[in-house]
């Protein structure tokens, strides 16, 4: 599990994938990103279906804004908490990066490239691993994501 710190953020986290759900009828995915003083200089939630944007994940986006903030490409010793495993082309992108830590909730067990298909993060090819700790909250955001799924497939939602 992780820290009473780690779970306090990624409730915030949890707060953005309802966003993104509630205003955008997007897939609930949030994504914050703290430095390494636990100041948060980035925030994101997926939007790629409302802005017609394959590449805007709530990591991404959270990314993109903390570029911005930091006014450097490079986010080094910054946590990024996501609810969801992130995927190959975010993975990277938290490679490229060089992101210190990320922390996430529930498993993605079709496309999860932090340890459960894929292990991009960690893996020795790259110059940069960056350091993973899932599962945090995991049974909340995943039920999130299934309820999510049901409603659109007309099904009531799970408890």
């Known amino acids: 599990m992780g820290t009473a710190l780690d779970e306090s953020w990624m409730r915030r986290a949890l707060e953005l994938a309802d966003r993104a759900e509630r205003e955008d009828d997007e897939i609930p995915v949030g994504a914050v990103l703290v430095d ?3 100041n948060v ?6 939007r790629n279906i409302g802005e017609h944007d394959p590449t805007a994940h709530a990591e991404i986006v ?3 804004e903390a570029g911005r903030a930091l006014g450097n490409h490079r986010l080094i010793g910054c946590t990024l908490y996501v ?3 992130p995927c190959a082309m975010c993975a990277m ?4 990066a060089r992101l210190a830590r990320v922390v996430f909730g529930a498993r993605d067990p079709k496309t999860g490239a932090a ?3 894929f292990d991009l993060l960690a893996d020795p090819s790259h110059n940069h691993r ?3 700790l899932g599962g ?7 039920r999130r994501l299934t309820n999510w799924f049901r409603r659109r497939r007309g099904q009531a939602p799970l408890t």
Do not use: I, K, Y
Not at 41 to 46: C, F, K, L, P, R
């Open 36 to 38: 390494a003083t636990g």
């Open 136 to 142: 945090v909250l995991g049974d909340e955001a995943g």
């Open 41 to 46: 200089v980035g925030e994101g939630w997926n």
């Open 130 to 132: 960056v350091e993973v």
């Open 115 to 117: 340890g459960s298909v």
């Open 83 to 85: 609810t969801l495993e």
């Open 93 to 96: 992108a938290m490679v490229h």
């Open 62 to 64: 959270a990314m993109r």
